[in-house]
């Protein structure tokens, strides 16, 4: 049995730098990210909207429909009031995220709607 040999460092580098010629043609360049269009900002009115169309149901089942302990209904409104804060700090982080993702380029294609021009999207 005979022993394999490696490629020379030169070899496999001059290789590697044409296979990757070709994937980079086919994204953007760095540069061109400036131009992507920015995220909408969250439409504030819709979410107040349905945030207090969804609560009121909430609210009355939890104080007048059922009858809970003081401190069970305390405590469900803790988690009420900390799942809205986080909500809305979520709201607030992602397009600061998505900024720095973009400009990073960590990003990908929805590859099942390659050939059309929802496949050249961002996701």
Do not use: C
Request: hydrophobic share 40%; net charge positive; charged share 20%.
């Amino acid at each position: 049995m005979t022993a394999r040999k490696r490629a020379s460092a030169t070899a496999t580098t001059t290789a590697a730098a044409a296979d990757l010629r070709p994937a980079q043609a086919d994204h953007k360049s760095p540069e061109s990210t400036s131009s992507d269009p920015s995220i909408a900002p969250p439409k504030w009115g819709v979410i107040g909207k349905l945030s207090l169309l969804f609560s009121i149901p909430y609210f009355y089942l939890l104080f007048y429909h059922y009858k809970i302990q003081q401190e069970l209904k305390r405590s469900i409104l803790i988690n009420a009031g900390l799942s809205l804060a986080g909500f809305f700090v979520t709201l607030k982080m992602i397009p600061a995220a998505s900024r720095y993702v973009l400009r990073h380029s960590l990003f990908g294609y929805d590859i099942y709607k390659k050939g059309t021009p929802q496949g050249t999207v961002k996701v």
